[in-house]
């Protein structure tokens, strides 16, 4: 335990230190700017477990640097006994109204003073245990919910992530009048070359083409899913056909030069066929499919458009 004693009386920084040390490492600074650095007034960094803090002080009360120490967001939790000779009323009160959690009055019985000092760092302590298991849930559910909307394969965003996504976008664009487009793409063959080279392979070329897709989206609100089985879908906001062809002449010219190889295809290596449609379209998903579609049945590896 670390206690922080805090009194312009040397005598009593002497007493009180010799009374806790069973219980604890007691740090005494002659000044108030060593209780500042030691609280970490400047660094945000604390580890001390309870404040004994005189109430009456020559340089700056012990109401106005309580205030001062609570002001600082990294010592919430921290717990101050105030050390006062009097026991007036109004005094203590606003004591506790700045953040004190218990006082002692002088001179304190050895046992009370130790008691209640091993209480107040008890409590510092149960309540920072307590921020860091909220933190560590918190960092627990937001991982939980980015597994939920990931493609545990591809770690591209899955079909749940990306029908949430789609229907917000629909909206935006129908509230903003700025056209949403989507690319449907699917693996050119992809049942021969898992034939050819097994599901193993199958899944290593997947990732592959996820990963192509992922670096063709260079926007924040652009998102690149996987749609099922070997079948993509790329949501691209505030984006025109001629934007979206763009996107997709990225992501032709990046498969051909990632020249990922395919036993059982006419070109020897992996591609896609594409088909886009705009929200100009009556039916944004039947339209791209339409157009992937389309791209299949006129040779593949090539972009339509609805």
Request: glycine share 6%; aromatic share 4%; hydrophobic share 45%.
């Amino acid at each position: 335990m670390n206690i922080l004693v805090i009194d312009d009386s040397a005598l009593i920084r002497a007493i009180l230190t010799r009374t806790l040390s069973p219980i604890g490492a007691v740090h005494a600074p002659g000044d108030l700017q060593g209780a500042r650095d030691l609280l970490g007034f400047r660094s945000g960094a604390c580890d001390m477990d309870v404040v004994l803090l005189d109430l009456e002080m020559p340089e700056l009360d012990g109401l106005s640097f309580l205030r001062d120490l609570r002001a600082q967001p990294h010592l919430a939790d921290l717990s101050v006994i105030m050390v006062t000779s009097t026991q007036e009323t109004e005094r203590l009160d606003d004591a506790f109204a700045a953040g004190a959690n218990d006082y002692v009055t002088k001179p304190a019985h050895d046992n009370v003073l130790r008691a209640r000092t091993l209480n107040a760092a008890r409590l510092t302590r149960a309540l920072r245990a307590a921020k860091d298991r909220e933190r560590d849930l918190a960092a627990a559910n937001a991982q939980l919910a980015h597994l939920s909307l990931t493609d545990a394969l591809t770690g591209l965003a899955n079909r749940r992530a990306f029908d949430t996504q789609y229907e917000q976008a629909l909206a935006l664009a129908q509230r903003s009048a700025r056209p949403t487009t989507l690319i449907m793409a699917d693996i050119d063959h992809f049942k021969r070359y898992n034939d050819a080279l097994g599901h193993p392979a199958g899944d290593e070329c997947l990732r592959r083409v996820a990963d192509v897709l992922r670096a063709s989206c260079q926007r924040r609100t652009d998102l690149a899913s996987r749609y099922g089985g070997e079948e993509f879908a790329l949501l691209l906001l505030d984006t025109d056909p001629r934007g979206a062809h763009e996107v997709a002449g990225r992501i032709h010219a990046a498969l051909e030069a990632a020249a990922i190889p395919h036993p059982d295809h006419p070109l020897g290596r992996v591609t896609l066929s594409l088909g886009l449609a705009s929200t100009a379209a009556p039916d944004l998903k039947d339209a791209a499919d339409e157009a992937l579609y389309r791209a299949k049945a006129r040779g593949r590896n090539r972009t339509e458009e609805w």
